[in-house]
């Protein structure tokens, strides 16, 4: 029987936030720095897409209590935002083909 996976990708999602967060001063949330670490070592490929002021772009964007520093609801709906922009480019891929396809 296959094994659930979306059991285990949410407390990956969970380990990983907190693996970056509780580097240094308040571990329930990343600061500007954890989560430029955290980018560039766990979504490498969407850190290369920005240039570089827009690290201080993205954290002004998710930091929606503005406390200066990014939560896990904060951060989670970074995630969905990349979730669903990786979901339309594999929707467009499937439609090419589909389209070669045909
Ligand atoms: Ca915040």
Redesign the pocket.
């Known amino acids: 029987m296959a094994q659930p996976k979306l059991d285990g990708i949410i407390k990956d999602i969970v380990l990983v936030f907190n693996a970056y967060s509780s580097e240094s001063g308040d571990a329930t949330?990343l600061s500007k720095e954890e989560l430029g670490e955290l980018m560039r070592s766990e979504l490498p490929g969407f850190l290369n897409q920005l240039d570089p002021g827009m690290l201080d772009q993205l954290m002004q964007d998710?930091?929606?209590?503005?406390?200066?520093?990014?939560?896990f609801q904060?951060f989670m709906s970074l995630l969905s935002i990349i979730t669903i922009q990786c979901d339309e480019e594999y929707m467009k891929l499937k439609q090419k083909k589909k389209g070669g396809r045909s």
């Open positions: 949330t998710l930091d929606t209590d503005e406390d200066g520093q990014v939560n904060e």
